[in-house]
């Protein structure tokens, strides 16, 4: 987005490849919000939105559903060789049936990791459900406090498979098959997973990405699927985005890479437009955006408008 475009605007309907830190912010003095695409507003520096009396909405719960089908399919993808076995066959390689051409990993009674007990990463392990997977599941920040992870957890299973079971990051690597990422971008989860994660894996285990590149140290990855460290990985997010044409991800078999349409269907893209739509409508009428990234806003927008200043408590 050009700044010099946004500098007259009193709202900015933003993509995640928007980036608004503080100096962006500062230089576009009538604005009252920034409604962000997205469920994650890792290119919005909220503190300075908070600061500035910007009002940040983005779109959570609509794309839930959507984002976790993407994210089983990678691990589909992925466990199964989709892509490498769609590329062999275009590639003129597939000459006969053979008893070890193309062996994926089972899914089916795998055991699965979640890294990221909200909304996606709940709804992917309803989806492991259905696979007769076991899953184990790192407990947010506030699970504790709230009680929120393991209500949600007793929620989410059928009667005849175990329940979700919570563990340590420790132990979610080292027991699982399959890890899958659904912590937002923040600077306590940024390069969460590394090389000393990826040690603690399992050889056999995949990784799949549907939450944000950075959140996986990319080096490390690519060190340890070259090596044979880890047997795949599911991406759907890279950091960068998008990846360089000479990634050497992108030479790696064992890697399917998606553009980042977690939330790319018909239906939830509209569903995301709409609410996008409804958060700055929300500001223009001197109220918090329906769902705020920083509640605590002191709305620059009302303090602007006399005839609304003080509605909303
Ligand atoms: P959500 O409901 O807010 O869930 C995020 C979860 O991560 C929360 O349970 C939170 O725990 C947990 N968490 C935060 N920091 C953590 C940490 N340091 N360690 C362990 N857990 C931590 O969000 P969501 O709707 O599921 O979306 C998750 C992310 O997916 C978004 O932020 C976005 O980046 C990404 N996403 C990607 C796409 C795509 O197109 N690929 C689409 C949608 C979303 P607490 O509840 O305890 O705080």
């Known amino acids: 987005m050009s700044c010099a475009r946004a500098r007259q605007a009193d709202a900015v309907l933003s993509m995640v490849t928007d ?154 690597l080292a027991d699982s098959d399959f890890v899958s990422l659904h912590v937002p971008l923040t600077s306590e989860t940024r390069h969460m997973i590394g090389a000393s994660e990826f040690a603690m894996m399992k050889r056999t285990a995949i990784l799949i990405n549907t939450a944000r590149g950075a959140i996986v140290d990319r080096d490390a990855l690519t060190g340890v699927l070259r090596a044979g460290r880890l047997a795949g990985a599911g991406l759907d997010v890279t950091d960068p985005e998008p990846i360089g044409p000479n990634d050497p991800l992108l030479r790696l078999p064992n890697v399917v890479i998606t553009p980042h349409i977690g939330s790319a269907s018909h239906a ?30 002191r709305l620059r927008w009302r303090e602007r408008r006399p005839d609304t200043a003080g509605e909303e408590t």
């Open 19 to 172: 980036r608004f830190d503080a100096a962006t912010i500062r230089a576009l003095p009538r604005l009252g919000v920034i409604s962000n695409l997205a469920v994650g507003v890792d290119n919005i520096d909220l503190a300075a939105a908070t600061r500035a009396g910007v009002a940040v909405g983005h779109t959570p719960g609509i794309l839930t559903e959507t984002t976790a089908d993407l994210a089983f399919a990678l691990l589909m993808a992925a466990a199964r060789r989709i892509a490498e076995g769609d590329r062999y066959v275009r590639g003129g390689r597939w000459r006969t049936w053979g008893p070890k051409v193309m062996l994926g990993r089972d899914v089916h009674g795998a055991t699965l990791g979640i890294i990221g007990w909200g909304a996606i990463g709940q709804a992917m392990a309803r989806r492991a459900a259905g696979f007769g997977m076991r899953v184990l599941y790192l407990p947010g920040p506030h699970a504790t406090r709230s009680g929120r992870s393991d209500s949600l957890a007793r929620a989410s299973v059928t009667a005849d498979l175990p329940a979700p079971v919570p563990v340590s990051l420790e132990r979610l």
């Open 268 to 297: 939830t893209r509209l569903k995301m437009a709409e609410l996008a739509v409804d958060n700055v409508i929300d500001v223009f009428e001197g109220r918090h955006p329906r769902h705020c990234a920083n509640p605590t806003v």
